[in-house]
């Protein structure tokens, strides 16, 4: 039985890249609490699929988080469809599996402008709603790649160590108000991970896990749903793995 956070019900709740993976998932896992929720994704097409698939949905919007006109404009239209935001999940991020040597510029650029850009960008109109109000919880998909090293995602890995100390810092100039942490996951089976390995590295992967797994997405939309809960009102200025064991 998934324990359920009464206080989640009428929270005002926006998630980002809401239309896939974790993103979904804690979409999923907001709107059974009972909280009024609207996702952002630059995927219109995915957006449309959720809303029909989640008919509890208080509304979608497209939005490219990379870019401050569309993040603005999106909060505007949060603002007419729930009056506000109580908890954000900026969650939004691409990876792209390249050897530095093949990175270029482009790239780099592009995963900062997504990855990181975009965690500026939603946290600033979020923490300008939330510190009037005196309340609020700010919540950020980072990694384990952002806590140690692994190859082919420098430009990623870089993007996500920046997700954690933002998270950190932004943490103690909205205390004692606004909780702000980020979650790091280890390997979660979502599209974006099957876009990038085959089944054969996937079992290769799950063997180096002590839990020998991927995570589901759900499991890491309940961590959101903690965080975001009364029942993690002492914890702030933290970013939590949940990694099956990885990174012990
Ligand atoms: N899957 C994993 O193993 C894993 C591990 C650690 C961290 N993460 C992180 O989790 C988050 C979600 O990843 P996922 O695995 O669910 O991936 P996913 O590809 O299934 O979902 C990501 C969503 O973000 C959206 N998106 C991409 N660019 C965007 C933009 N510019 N503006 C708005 N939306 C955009 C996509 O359309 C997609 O719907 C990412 O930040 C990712 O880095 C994933």
């Known amino acids: ?101 093949e990175t270029d510029f482009a790239q780099w650029r592009k995963v900062m402008g997504i990855n990181l850009d975009g965690m500026f960008l939603c946290c600033k109109e979020a923490v300008s709603r939330m510190m009037p109000q005196k309340s609020g919880v700010i919540l950020m998909t980072a990694s384990t790649n952002g806590m140690e090293g692994h190859p082919y995602y420098t430009d990623y890995n870089a993007s996500k160590a920046g997700v954690i100390l933002l998270g950190r810092s932004l943490a103690l100039e909205c205390a004692p108000y606004v909780r702000v942490n980020s979650v790091c996951p280890g390997y979660v089976l979502t599209p974006m991970q099957r876009a990038e390995y085959t089944d054969e590295m996937l079992a290769v992967v799950n063997e180096g896990i002590p839990m020998k797994r991927h995570a589901e997405p759900e499991e890491v939309a309940a961590l959101y749903a903690f965080l975001a809960s009364d029942e993690a009102k002492y914890i702030t200025g933290q970013h939590i793995p949940i990694d099956g064991g990885e990174t012990a």
């Open 1 to 101: 039985m998934v324990k359920k956070y009464e206080e989640l019900k009428g929270k005002r709740v926006v998630v980002t890249g809401g239309a896939s993976g974790i993103g979904k998932a804690t979409v999923q896992r907001f709107v059974d609490e009972g909280a009024k929720v609207v996702a952002f994704d630059i995927n219109e097409k995915a957006l449309e699929a959720v809303k029909a698939e989640i008919p509890g949905l208080a509304g979608t919007v497209a939005v490219d988080v990379s870019s401050e006109e569309s993040v603005v404009n999106g909060f505007k239209k949060v603002d007419e469809l729930i009056g506000g935001i109580d908890v954000l999940v900026s969650n939004a991020g691409i990876s792209v599996r390249k050897k530095f040597v």
